[in-house]
């Protein structure tokens, strides 16, 4: 059967959406170090879409440019993805682990940060006139990774398509409430925080006279 | 007297540092010039117009109203100055401004030039009433039936709109009346017309209070025409919640709930070509300044896809001047000469000039604060414009204020009227200056660009648009660039395509006979995952063993016969 080396097997995957996840998993393959790599360039890919676009096609504010929003947009709302798929699917009988979840996803991933570097990269030589190339290589790559990512999630953990459905977008909902009580919690450490530092500065007022 | 000498350098010295001290005290404007950029942020800009002058009932020289042998003698008890006027109208053939002094019922008639009283009318002669009555609106123009100056005043109090001539200094003799339409079609219990204004066809429209279906129009015989230019309800959630309710309401309740009713506009004025515009004063999104053709149609619609912003674009805006926010209530307009549009915002006491397309070119002017600054408005009811001056009509301080404008606006008008014209080349020179001196002033760098682009300096173009941040011209230039690009280096391209084709089928003709190009770039795959449990991978593994131990027998086998030798 199949004989690949860790960049051949993401290559597998990507091209047998079908199968390839099944693969991966049958031969117990799959690199984190790839992964990671991945999800790296998922925030290269949103910094590029904001500061390559082509000058015409560019409506980023480009008075302040915060990276911060982008990190969370790519890194921490993936990580959240898959936390939120481990919580959720090993309540209901997934056999996916974090690290295969991680992994599964991440390589899903590859088409649409493909096709959002050729469609920013095509932005800067084409004029308003032509952008339906543009539009169309994103959507291909995006519809691509949707399609991928269903695939992934159904054989990491051996569910059926009906299941993988519900549970992802269960998922979304459960990366909803973590996102919320993420903020939640920062905020209230943030109060913790100024009580702590009022209470210094009260000491400290003390103790000089 | 030791020094004569020294003494008198020394108060010469004090002469000259006290006339250049006085010189140099130059009267700032009263108000922060800025305009907007892409990102509808205020930023700071150059004044465009400074105060001219303030002309109150003292500089009108209304004190002729008493002298009998001034020449437009009223009375001895005629009021020297304004009391709330509410309207300006200037007749540029006659070279008149016309002002509606609206609390002391009477018109004014000023020299434009030196806007000194030359005539004063309180009255018509052969009309229904002689006295006019808190006339709201004046309008002048040149009839071309008549073929002589006619006079249209919205004589408010009296329900009426009086088109008359002028034949002495105080006096006016009545051509028509137009009067409360006695038509179903007509349904307010009123007829208190604000505002007046005629087209070319001597069709006269008036603003009406309380009449929210548009101005009332009547043609030149005085016949009710209809309704002209409404506006729109805007949709606000309010709006959307009492059409929901409108639907599940009985018949009882939908007669006890309000109606949505547009706002009435506050104020228009004709350009040349015979569009009406009109300007709503409660704050709207939707109709705040209408463009009107002659068939009532707005061609300012933002419902197509246009976005035509007036006023402060903030919404409401904090003044550091009067300490306050703001909320624009553009109260009135005015079309000046060269087509350039005048929008008065009452709230802020602020001009916005614009453009013929809608292109913001400048804001000038102030609300009086707590120091009573020459040059501060306090209830601006009125603007017109002619030439290079602004006048702005204020009914509190019952003065006319006079901007005219600087260098830096002489330039922007320039420019601007060349651009409009499409002659953008000729406008490089103005724009030039523009930049000079206003290094933030957007409009100057797309002003640049179709000039450059028209000359077909392409990258100078595509770096203009950039500055402006004007991307939809950037995007014509871009084209024009990559053509031009294309068609410069045509053979080039084609010599790499061919290169790389055959590049290609070499590799290929070459990889059939067994040689291999870039074939280093391959060679990787041949690796086996040795941690795989499946079978295959262990026969493979078997094998690479076998080969290296083979391989290892070989190396033997070669030290053997090297030893043997």
């Known amino acids: 059967m199949y004989e690949f080396t860790p960049m051949g097997w993401l290559k597998h995957c990507v091209f047998h959406p079908v199968e390839g996840f099944e693969d991966l998993r049958w031969k117990k393959q799959g690199s984190m170090k790839i992964a990671l790599v991945i999800v790296f360039l998922l925030f290269v890919n949103m910094v590029a879409d904001r500061q390559l676009t082509g000058f015409q096609f560019n409506t980023a504010y480009v008075k302040v440019f915060n990276v911060v929003p982008l990190l969370v947009q790519s890194v921490v709302y993936f990580f959240t993805w898959v936390i939120a798929n481990w919580a959720l699917c090993t309540l209901f009988d997934g056999e996916g682990t974090l690290k295969k979840i991680c992994?599964?996803?991440a390589y899903a991933l590859v088409p649409y940060i493909v096709c959002s570097f050729i469609s920013i990269f095509i932005s800067n030589f084409i004029v308003e006139d032509e952008r339906?190339?543009?539009?169309?290589?994103?959507?291909?790559?995006?519809?691509?990774?949707?399609?991928?990512m269903i695939q992934a999630m159904k054989a990491a953990h051996q569910y059926s398509f009906t299941k993988t459905i519900v549970s992802m977008i269960f998922t979304i909902v459960a990366m909803l409430l973590i996102l919320f009580l993420a903020i939640l919690l920062l905020s209230l450490f943030q109060q913790v925080y100024v009580f702590g530092y009022s209470i210094y500065t009260?000491?400290?007022y003390r103790i000089r006279g | 007297m030791k020094h004569p000498i020294r003494k008198l350098l020394s108060v010469s010295l004090a002469a000259v540092t006290a006339l250049s001290m006085s010189v140099t005290a130059f009267a700032d404007e009263p108000y922060n010039s800025y305009t907007y950029d892409n990102w509808d942020d205020a930023i700071p800009s150059q004044s465009a117009y400074r105060v001219e002058k303030t002309v109150t009932g003292a500089e009108m020289k209304l004190s002729k109203l008493r002298d009998p042998a001034g020449g437009c003698y009223v009375s001895d008890k005629a009021p020297l100055t304004l009391n709330d006027a509410r309207d300006l109208s200037i007749d540029k053939a006659a070279n008149e401004m016309w002002v509606a002094d609206t609390k002391n019922n009477r018109i004014l008639?000023?020299?434009?030039?030196?806007?000194?009283?030359?005539?004063?009318?309180?009255?018509?002669?052969?009309?229904?009433?002689?006295?006019?009555?808190?006339?709201?609106?004046?309008?002048?123009?040149?009839?071309?039936?008549l073929g002589q100056q006619v006079v249209y005043v919205a004589d408010t109090d009296n329900s009426r709109v009086v088109k008359a001539t002028v034949s002495s200094s105080t006096q006016l003799s009545c051509v028509h009346e137009y009067t409360k339409p006695e038509e179903a079609l007509y349904t307010a219990q009123t007829f208190n017309p604000k505002k007046v204004c005629v087209d070319v066809a001597e069709n006269v429209y008036t603003v009406v209070s309380s009449v929210n279906s548009g101005s009332v129009q009547f043609s030149r015989e005085g016949k009710f025409t209809g309704f002209y230019g409404a506006n729109r309800v805007q949709v606000t959630a309010a709006v959307i919640a009492q059409r929901l309710w409108r639907m599940i309401a009985s018949d009882e309740q939908l007669e006890g709930m309000t109606r949505n009713v547009p706002i009435e506009y506050a104020n228009f004025d004709i350009d040349k070509d015979g569009f009406i515009f009109t300007v709503t004063e409660v704050d709207t999104d939707t109709d705040a300044v209408k463009k009107l053709n002659p068939a009532g149609y707005n061609i300012w619609n933002n419902a197509k896809g246009n976005e035509y912003k007036?006023?402060?674009?903030?919404?409401?805006?904090?003044?550091?001047?009067?300490?306050?926010?703001?909320?624009?209530?553009?109260?009135?307009l005015d079309i000046s000469d060269t087509g350039l549009i005048n929008v008065m915002d009452y709230e802020t006491g602020r001009v916005f000039q614009y453009d013929k397309e809608c292109n913001?070119?400048?804001?000038?002017?102030?609300?009086?604060?707590?120091?009573?600054q020459r040059g501060t408005i306090a209830n601006p009811n009125a603007v017109e414009s002619h030439g290079e001056r602004v006048y702005i009509l204020d009914g509190s301080k019952n003065d006319i204020t006079v901007f005219i404008e600087t260098q830096f606006g002489k330039h922007i008008h320039q420019a601007f009227a060349l651009y409009d014209e499409g002659r953008y080349t000729d406008a490089k020179e103005d724009w030039d200056q523009v930049v000079r001196r206003d290094g933030n002033y957007i409009q100057a760098y797309v002003g640049l660009g179709k000039a450059a682009l028209n000359e077909e300096r392409y990258s100078e173009a595509l770096d203009y648009f950039k500055t402006a941040y004007d991307q939809e011209d950037y995007d014509k230039a871009y084209k024009y660039a990559r053509d031009a690009f294309l068609k410069d280096h045509f053979t080039l391209i084609i010599i790499v395509i061919v290169v790389i084709i055959v590049f290609f089928i070499v590799k290929k003709m070459l990889n059939k006979r067994g040689i291999r190009i870039l074939g280093f770039l391959k060679k990787k795959k041949q690796m086996v995952s040795v941690g795989s449990a499946a079978g295959i991978s262990v026969n493979t593994f078997t094998q690479y063993k076998k080969d290296a131990e083979a391989e290892q027998e070989d190396q033997a086998e070669d030290e053997e016969e090297e030893e043997g030798k």
Do not use: N
């Open chain 1, 132 to 148: 339906i190339w543009m539009t169309a290589i994103y959507y291909l790559g995006l519809i691509w990774s949707v399609v991928l």
């Open chain 2, 109 to 145: 008639r000023l020299d434009l030039a030196t806007l000194e009283v030359t005539g004063c009318y309180s009255g018509v002669s052969g009309s229904s009433v002689e006295g006019f009555a808190a006339p709201q609106g004046v309008f002048v123009t040149t009839s071309p039936s």
């Open chain 2, 360 to 372: 913001l070119i400048c804001i000038f002017g102030a609300k009086t604060s707590t120091s009573d």
């Open chain 1, 103 to 105: 992994i599964y996803s």
């Open chain 2, 310 to 332: 007036f006023g402060d674009l903030t919404g409401s805006q904090y003044d550091p001047l009067t300490k306050k926010s703001h909320v624009t209530r553009l109260t009135d």
């Open chain 1, 202 to 204: 009260e000491i400290a």
